[in-house]
């Protein structure tokens, strides 16, 4: 059994669907921090089987958004000496703006690049986001 | 400041008042000949067109305005690079409303954002053509007198073909409509319209292959090319193109009052022998395109 010690200021990322730790890492460009960051991939809950976890021993403002897009479903925890001492509610936002690109090749941002990437929220029971200009979906 | 990208952008109140409008043009053109004296309608085709480019022209020439603008993308700045967004923040300066055909989905979106002017999309590639809805629905109320209560039949190219997209979502929103989509299995309506619009709406709609079993119960045929390039291979084309070929023999079971509609350009779906059938519509249905944008240009104008 492998142990992640606890951190005592920072944010602890939890309930992220197993796999999907590593997009959520490059999505909050959690690649550009200068303190340690732990990704946990495959760990077992009782809830959800297997999830994974990420614990960033530093106090930051993530981009809740992006948290939103990718699982509503994500945990976010505030640890503030050793204590969690908020969850920020985390829900799918109704638009979202250059976290991702169209890759509808038709579209008018894939010739004009400096476009905002900007996608809606149109269905939220399935989560169906779809870019202002040309529609598509993103996933 | 309004602008027209999708005909979704529109209540079906102000697709009424935009039909009243167009009606009372037809009735009085007389009345409408000078009410946009000074004003300026920029047509920027950045691919070709005929007959939207010319209905758009010869409605605002139709209401005293003047057009200016360019047909093909080569003889803009665009094929030195310019962004929509920069050209039309000039054109902006230089008319009063925009029609805009871009063969990039959402371009004329981008335009809206940025002309300071109010933009007609008039197509922009496979994605939206609202002004041409627009006729198919005044063409259903001068030729058919009602959007209630009617089996509405789609022929063709139902997967691609965005006229189809646009009229389903439109008449959609009105009440006891029945759609029968009739097409190849390989060119049946996209998964997003059949679970998004037809099945969350509730809408009462079949899909079959077959146009001989639809056509008893239709009020209106909306017919569409069956393109050759759409096919994987050349076999299904040719097993499949003439069955979606309408020839007044195969009128012979329909109702005697049914409307036959197309967007244009035919080529060979409609036999040219049906043309001289009463229920042909689709020539007066590109007449009703350029009432129907007159109408719509004086509604962006906010022309009284």
């Known amino acids: ?139 | 400041m309004r602008s027209l990208i999708d005909i979704l952008d529109l209540t079906t109140e102000e697709i009424d008042q935009l039909i009243e409008t167009a009606n009372d043009i037809i009735e009085n053109p007389k009345k409408y000949a000078q009410k946009c004296e000074g004003k300026k309608l920029a047509t920027l085709f950045f691919e070709p067109s005929t007959r939207t480019r010319l209905s758009f022209e010869a409605a605002m020439y139709e209401l005293g305005g003047n057009v200016l603008g360019f047909s093909e993308a080569q003889s803009s700045s665009s094929a030195k690079g310019e962004s929509v967004a920069d050209t039309v923040k000039v054109v902006g300066y230089y008319a009063d409303v925009i029609a805009m055909r871009h063969p990039k989905e959402g371009a004329p979106l981008v335009a809206s954002m940025n002309a300071g002017i109010p933009v007609i999309n008039a197509g922009d590639g496979g994605h939206n053509h609202p002004t041409q809805t627009l006729t198919d629905l005044l063409t259903i109320n001068r030729e058919v007198g009602r959007f209630d209560n009617i089996t509405v039949g789609f022929c063709g190219d139902l997967k691609f073909g965005r006229t189809v997209h646009s009229l389903l979502g439109a008449l959609s929103r009105y009440k006891n409509v029945k759609f029968v989509l009739i097409s190849p299995k390989e060119l049946t309506v996209p998964e997003y319209i059949r679970k998004e619009l037809l099945e969350a709406k509730g809408i009462d709609f079949v899909e079959t292959t077959s146009l001989e079993e639809a056509m008893p119960s239709l009020d209106i045929l909306y017919m569409t090319r069956v393109q050759r390039e759409r096919f994987f291979n050349e076999q299904d084309y040719i097993r499949l193109k003439d069955s979606y070929i309408l020839t007044p023999e195969r009128l012979e079971t329909a109702k005697k009052d049914m409307c036959i509609l197309h967007p244009l350009p035919r080529v060979n779906e409609i036999s040219v022998a049906v043309d001289k059938d009463e229920r042909a519509k689709y020539f007066v249905q590109a007449n009703y395109g350029k009432y129907i944008r007159m109408a719509l240009i004086l509604k962006l104008l906010e022309v009284e």
């Open chain 1, 1 to 139: 059994m492998m142990t992640v010690s606890s951190i005592e200021n920072g944010i602890v990322l939890d309930h992220i669907k197993a796999g999907k730790a590593m997009e959520l890492y490059k999505a909050l460009g959690l690649d550009e921090l200068p303190c340690l960051v732990a990704i946990i991939t495959n760990a077992y809950s009782n809830k959800m089987g297997r999830k994974d976890i990420i614990k960033i021993d530093a106090e930051i403002e993530l981009n809740l958004d992006i948290i939103g897009y990718i699982d509503p479903n994500i945990t976010v925890n505030v640890i503030k000496n050793g204590v969690n001492t908020k969850q920020p509610k985390v829900e799918p936002p109704e638009k979202i703006e250059n976290i991702i690109k169209c890759k509808n090749p038709r579209c008018i941002t894939s010739v004009e690049q400096e476009l905002p990437n900007i996608f809606k929220l149109t269905d939220r029971k399935n989560m169906v986001y779809r870019c202002i200009y040309c529609e598509s979906k993103t996933k």
